[in-house]
């Protein structure tokens, strides 16, 4: 078995952040999210739910990029996600167009409010998600223009912004990047460096973030098992889709 790509190594991290997650859908958003959702049902997370994307829940999904001939084992109609939304039994995987130190999250405009640079997608689901359930992200480019001091707008509400009925289900954990695995553990809810990649030093991931990290107890992430590897390679992801998301 060949030593783990960075892309795998962000796959496996991004499975953990399911494998506590017991029986809830799970909604990955980008290839290595979906891999990472995948390779957590077939390990650590036999009981998460997936669907095919539209309203089927799947009990085994095919391949990243093919259609396969999947086995069923539900119906899953929009109307259901949100019940599940609305009462914390989905684990969702966003991105983040800008995100601060504290997890307040931006996917829908760059620039002043009355007028914006970039239109984005706008805030969707975003502010439901943050305050109703576990809330995790996945940058596949850190750097400076996604980790800022101030977000342009609040879609994801962050940690310092969770107060009253907004902070009673708030639980953002993790983000996930093509260098490292940041967490809120810091002061007062701040981000922390929880590990970097390997081959990725401290410093690096310190002069790709626009604010001042916490770094008292950075670990290295784990690598893939040989049997997760085996799992992506062969059967979650064999065209390698994982390696135009994050090319080695």
């Known amino acids: 078995m060949t030593v783990a790509s960075r892309a795998e190594v962000c796959a496996a991290a991004c499975a953990d952040s399911w494998s506590d997650a017991g029986e809830v859908l799970a909604s990955p958003f980008g290839v290595i999210p979906a891999l990472g959702a995948r390779l957590a049902k077939r390990t650590t997370a036999p009981d998460l739910l997936l669907t095919d994307g539209e309203a089927l829940l799947l009990a085994d999904p095919p391949p990243l990029g093919r259609a396969g001939d999947p086995v069923v084992e539900g119906w899953m109609p929009y109307r259901n996600v949100l019940d599940l939304l609305a009462g914390g039994r989905r ?18 405009r760059i620039g002043p409010w009355d ?49 009253g009925a907004a902070g009673r289900f708030h639980d953002v954990r993790v983000v996930v990047t093509d260098l490292a695995v940041l967490d809120f553990a810091g002061p007062g809810g701040a981000m922390r460096l929880r590990s970097t990649h390997p081959g990725v030093s401290v410093r690096q991931v310190r002069e790709a973030t626009g604010f001042e990290l916490d770094t008292s107890a950075v670990e290295r992430t784990r690598t893939p098992t040989a049997r997760e590897l085996a799992l992506i390679r062969t059967e979650l992801d064999p065209d390698g889709l994982r390696e135009r998301e994050v090319p080695s």
Not at 91 to 108: C, F, H, K, L, P
């Open 115 to 163: 007028r914006p640079r970039v239109q984005l997608i706008g805030v969707r689901g975003a502010p439901g998600n943050s305050v109703n359930h576990v809330t995790n992200y996945w940058v596949p480019r850190h750097g400076k223009r996604v980790f800022v001091e101030s977000v342009d707008l609040v879609c994801g509400v962050g940690h310092d912004r969770a107060t």
């Open 91 to 108: 684990r969702v995987m966003m991105g983040a167009t800008q995100v601060d130190r504290y997890g307040n999250q931006n996917i829908s």
